[in-house]
């Protein structure tokens, strides 16, 4: 909102250029890494994963919280720069030459780079541990083709952040080498290469567009069928589409690379690979148009967020697809029409569908219903607002408006957008706050929502609303991709209840069954309650703060007290005794 007021017209005074280069990197460092990312494997993969596939916990629950507290440790080390107004400042993918020690002095970029390894071991504990529940604790009979879609597209997620942020952490080292020890990765006097830099970076970075993605697509195909009363069509393609949208996505990273001067025979695969991601994609608008055109829709304010999201990704899509064609990127790039698309993706397809879910699971996560009337206008404000304060931003691109400038001078024809940019962005901001408003005023005097409010297809629907800790007092056994629809099954559930089948209620366990069939394998003890997890995060802290601050010799003892911590952690787990 800073960065919009101060280009709401022409000559803006809020914001000097160092302090707006500070907030719209940290702007799009904080959505992408501390919001976007842990809100859709942290948040809504955590809390469903083991409630849709009809387990008690995460495979790891310790490293569980290990993720939790470095994520959390990871964001008040990146803030505290802003506090010391020494924030990142060289945009979020913070290109070679201007990160290196020339350019920027500072402690903004190590900030940047040592702040982002940090938080990288957060997400990628998260996506094996999401990788390994998702492949091993399925309920009894939930074979792979019975799988919810929103597990597939947390399977493509977490396969996705763990071959992507890898590579990343290799380029924030190479830079921080570069920057403190005088190595020459990018240093073209020396034989480096500033374009090694970019090749990393997106190798990650475009990944990492669909790991924003793909959370939200398996929202959507999670409250479709609920609220079209009917199954999805094509479940196997949707699944296929979702896995194929991350794979494919492996493949296009050049395409931010269009104006480097890369040879185009070497770009016409970047290309063209860019092109075919729009298969998968089609793939899934369809399946999920036609459900709802082929169901009963009862368009409550879940599905209501989900509409708006299948029309703002389509005019990102469409926009996207526009960047394939070299010659069009090459005269758009860094211009806000790239802002534009980037932002209709993002917050129209990646945060409609978040803010769709949480009015879809509050019943579930809290026992009371949300406000439909004050939803349904939550929305209606929210879409409004999306549309004036991103689609001006096509037009002002067009005309020449360039992205990261702090003011611009008047007569260019640019501040009747930027005005309207803004005037939406504080309605967006109304409509968030009715959203927020709605589920805090509900979760003290929303009506009692009982177990089932919406008669849901997956699993978490067969349980109470909020769960209890164990999740299922008996372990669900599944025949079908829906299995709270088959009532049956579910008073099965009961009868095995009385009859102590699958109870498994001595300590701590959950069932474990095969990767492709989901038969029953064993019975896993899983561990208990621990500090080890919070002091090792706590001991990576001091580590991190100890190399920003050039530190070695304590570094080295931390990580070596680090080393210790981990080997405690594993020597006396309870559940083992
Ligand atoms: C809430 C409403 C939002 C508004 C009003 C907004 C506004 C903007 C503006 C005006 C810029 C361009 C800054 C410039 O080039 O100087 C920008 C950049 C950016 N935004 Fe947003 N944005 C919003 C939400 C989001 C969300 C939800 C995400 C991602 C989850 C996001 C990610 C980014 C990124 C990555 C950049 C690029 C920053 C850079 O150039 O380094 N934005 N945003
Ligand atoms: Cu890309």
């Known amino acids: 909102m800073l960065i919009r007021t101060q280009l709401a017209g022409a000559n803006g005074k809020v914001l000097g250029p160092d302090a707006y280069n500070q907030a719209m990197t940290m702007h799009g460092v904080t959505m992408i890494f501390f919001f976007i990312v842990p809100i859709g494997i942290g948040a809504f993969g955590n809390y469903l994963i083991p409630l849709m596939i009809g387990a008690r ?24 720069s802003v506090f010391l107004g020494k924030a990142p400042n060289c945009g979020w993918f913070c290109y070679t030459p201007l990160n290196t020690r020339q350019f920027d002095p500072g402690l903004n970029v ?125 479940f196997p393609l949707v ?25 185009t025979a070497q770009l016409i695969f970047f290309a063209g690979a860019s092109m075919m991601v729009v298969i998968p994609s089609t793939i899934q608008i369809f399946a999920w148009l036609f459900t709802v055109n082929l ?39 860094d211009s806000y029409f790239v802002v534009a698309h980037f932002h209709f993706i993002i917050f129209g397809a990646a945060v409609f569908p978040l803010l769709g879910g949480m009015y879809y699971w509050f019943p579930k996560v809290t026992g009371r219903m949300y406000h439909e009337g004050w939803a349904k206008a939550s929305f209606w404000v929210t879409f409004v607002g999306t549309m004036l304060t991103f689609f001006p931003m096509h037009i002002v691109g067009l005309l020449g408006m360039t992205r990261r400038i702090y003011t611009y001078a ?12 803004t005037i939406g962005s504080f309605l967006l901001t109304v409509g968030l706050l009715m959203v927020f ?29 909020p769960p209890p800790h164990y999740n299922f007092a008996v372990i669900p056994i599944v025949r079908s991709p829906y299995p709270n629809w088959d009532r049956e099954d579910r008073e099965d559930d009961v009868r095995r209840f009385e009859r102590g089948q699958l109870v498994l209620e001595s300590g701590h366990e959950t069932p474990a069954s095969t990767v492709r069939d989901g038969v029953l394998d064993e019975v896993l003890e899983m561990p208990s309650e621990s500090g080890w997890p919070i002091l090792l995060a706590f ?28 080997a405690a952690w594993h020597l006396k787990e309870p559940a083992e005794e």
């Open 539 to 566: 001991a990576l802290s001091i580590v991190f703060i100890m190399l920003l601050t050039t530190h070695y010799v304590i570094a080295g003892i931390f990580i070596a007290i680090s080393a210790l911590i981990l």
């Open 295 to 333: 169901g009963k829709p009862d368009f409550r304010a879940p599905l209501l967020f989900i509409g708006g999201f299948i029309a703002l990704f389509v005019i990102g899509g469409l926009s996207g697809i526009m960047f394939a064609a070299i010659p069009f990127d090459q005269a758009t790039t």
């Open 410 to 421: 008047p007569g260019l024809g640019w501040e009747a957008y930027n005005l309207a940019e």
């Open 57 to 80: 916990d995460m495979a790891f629950p310790r490293m569980n919280a290990l993720s939790y507290w470095i994520f959390l440790a990871s964001g008040l080390f990146l803030y505290s």
């Open 239 to 263: 699944a296929l589409a979702e896995l194929l949208v991350a794979f494919i996505g492996f493949g296009v990273w050049a395409h931010h690379m269009f104006a480097t001067g890369i040879a």
């Open 437 to 465: 408003g709605n589920l805090l005023w509900s979760r003290f005097r929303g009506v009692p929502s009982g177990p089932d409010p919406f008669y849901g297809g997956t699993l978490e629907w067969a349980t109470t609303s």
């Open 110 to 234: 190590d900030f940047y780079a040592l702040g982002l390894i940090f938080n990288g071991i957060s997400s990628t504990a998260g996506a094996i541990n999401l990788i390994v529940t998702v492949f091993k604790l399925r309920a009894p009979g939930m074979s792979l083709n019975r799988m919810p879609l929103f597990a597939y597209a947390i399977l493509a997620v977490s396969f996705s952040l763990v071959f992507a942020l890898p590579v990343l952490t290799v380029d924030l080292l190479f830079l921080e080498l570069q920057r403190k020890a005088g190595f020459h990765f990018f240093d073209v006097a020396h034989g480096g290469d500033p374009l090694l830099w970019q090749h990393l970076f997106w190798f990650f970075g475009h990944p990492e567009v669909y790991i924003i993605i793909l959370p939200a697509m398996g929202i959507a195909t999670s409250i479709i069928p609920t609220f079209a009363k009917r199954k999805m069509i094509a």
